[in-house]
């Protein structure tokens, strides 16, 4: 009996807490706003009703569910619905913040270390600035204009309507914590959009391990601007922004219904082939094909891939936007294939070599994140195996035999994990998505059951689109990218002096050595 009598106690105490998670929506739903005291009620046939028992449970429901709590307050005998005042869920809230930290940690320090490691001693702190210095620049970009021009909604009706967002988020103006149902009907705005500006600093600073070594700061910085406004924003709107031509999951009448759950397009495919491009036209580093240029840590490459696979989750699982089903399963699959990934690389090593290198299993590592990023919210376990093993094979295969027999310098296999990582992702997205994992993409889907996704997620001809969404962003960043070079060329130019390169950047860019040995 007082086991029964404990049982039920905390049963009531968990009923409490979660009424209290979801109690400020509720309130909301029955006053105009969230803290003034209510007028007093008009006695006209359009007043709003309110809320009764029954939606305020469905309201709570949808909490859970990750759905849209307005659709639990509509009048059900046809009259105006109860007016809703969006307020972030507490769970969602707290998984948003704690992911976008996990994505920051991917490139602070993570990216900086793995990148530092591969380089030669004498330009560890180059690459270590290029990504501090891309963290500072992205900011203040996203700020004035990037989050407008991604999530923002006032160009739609217009004709650069699908490739530019709007003007309304200039500034973060009115981003608060107020959510954007467009993107997440618990998540506050301004979270959200600073977990998205950790995706848009990341990306340009995968691209200087192309160059690395052998590219000048500033150069890398007026690059960069250019290349977050002419490459990166119409791009990332173009595939995730809710007025995007190629938004298939947000955008009901999205010309081309692409599948990119984290960034393999946005993200991967745009820095590798901008990547490929920026080494090929500022040459190769002196000495290249002639010199051993081994990295100076393995050590240091090893703990950043550690810390690129665990801020991952964030940059998977919190593509969600919530702490939900779909981000439970990306999670997972983000698991999987890189684990398998990593392994599969270090055994073809094996095989071929007679040895499995740190670095293979560090290389298979990051592959498996990348292939699977366009994936993860998408795929079951199943098909995350079978990116997990074509994300070794490929990428190895592009790294050891195809960089070495057109003798391009990619310093640190961005193309060649990236590029082809992200390009393949891309392509098993639309052969291997299932609705069964995510409804989104299934007939419940508010944006697929309309624009056609659903039917080709059905029918298994998804990868038609995605094959469409590889070439409009291999002609966008490839394109983009060698105007962006040549005039950033003409304004500060690429590389440094023979003698500043054969010193190293770390003294001639920044005045520092990694290591004072005495």
Request: proline share 5%; glycine share 12%; net charge neutral.
């Amino acid at each position: 009996m007082k086991q029964t009598l404990r049982s039920g106690a905390r049963l009531a105490l968990v009923l409490a807490g979660l009424t209290l998670a979801t109690s400020s929506f509720i309130l909301a739903a029955d006053s105009p706003t969230m803290s003034a005291p209510a007028a007093p009620a008009a006695s006209t046939p359009t007043e709003p009703a309110k809320a009764n028992v029954e939606q305020r449970l469905a309201a709570m429901e949808a909490y859970f569910a990750n759905t849209d709590p307005s659709a639990a307050l509509k009048d059900p005998k046809g009259g105006p619905a109860v007016p809703p005042v969006g307020v972030p869920g507490p769970g969602h809230n707290a998984w948003m913040m704690a992911s976008a930290a996990l994505v920051l940690f991917m490139t602070l320090p993570g990216l900086a270390l793995f990148y530092g490691g591969l380089v030669r001693r004498k330009n560890v702190l180059s690459v270590m600035a290029q990504c501090l210095g891309i963290a500072g620049l992205v900011s203040i970009l996203w700020w004035a204009m990037g989050y407008s021009l991604v999530f923002g909604t006032n160009f739609s009706g217009q004709a650069i309507g699908p490739f530019l967002g709007g003007s309304e988020f200039f500034f973060l103006h009115g981003v608060d914590s107020t959510p954007n149902p467009s993107y997440g009907a618990w998540v506050s705005q301004n979270v959200f959009a600073m977990y998205q500006l950790m995706f848009a600093i990341i990306t340009p600073a995968l691209i200087v391990g192309a160059i690395a070594e052998r590219m000048k700061f500033k150069a890398i910085l007026v690059f960069v601007t250019l290349w977050m406004l002419l490459v990166y924003f119409p791009l990332a709107h173009m595939v995730w922004g809710a007025t995007g031509l190629m938004s298939g999951v947000a955008n009901p009448h999205a010309g081309i219904t692409a599948l990119d759950f984290a960034g393999g397009t946005v993200v991967h495919m745009s820095s590798g082939w901008s990547a490929l491009i920026l080494c090929l036209i500022i040459g190769p580093r002196q000495g290249h094909a002639r010199t051993h240029m081994a990295p100076h840590s393995m050590v240091l490459c090893m703990v950043g891939t550690g810390m690129l696979w665990v801020g991952w989750y964030g940059f998977n699982a919190g593509s969600a936007v919530a702490a939900d089903v779909v981000a439970a399963n990306a999670f997972m699959t983000t698991t999987l294939a890189t684990a398998v990934a990593s392994f599969t690389w270090g055994m073809m090593e094996m095989l071929i070599r007679g040895r499995a290198s740190v670095l293979g299993f560090c290389s298979g590592a990051v592959a498996g994140l990348v292939v699977i990023t366009p994936a993860c919210g998408f795929v079951d376990s199943t098909g995350s195996i079978i990116i997990g093993v074509l994300a070794a094979v490929i990428p190895f295969l592009a790294c050891t035999k195809l960089k070495p027999a057109l003798k391009y310098d990619d310093a640190l296999d961005t193309f060649g994990v990236h590029a082809v990582g992200g390009t393949l992702g891309a392509l098993l997205t639309g052969v291997l998505a299932v609705s069964a994992v995510n409804a989104n993409i299934g007939p419940g889907g508010a944006a697929a059951s309309v624009n056609g996704l659903a039917a080709s997620v059905a029918g298994h001809t998804a990868w038609i689109a995605q094959l469409e969404a590889m070439a409009v962003t291999l002609v966008l960043a490839v394109v983009m990218t060698v105007v962006i070079t040549f005039v950033t060329k003409a304004l500060v130019g690429l590389r440094p002096s023979l003698e500043a390169e054969a010193q190293g950047l770390d003294i001639t860019d920044h005045g520092e050595e990694g290591y004072v040995l005495e």
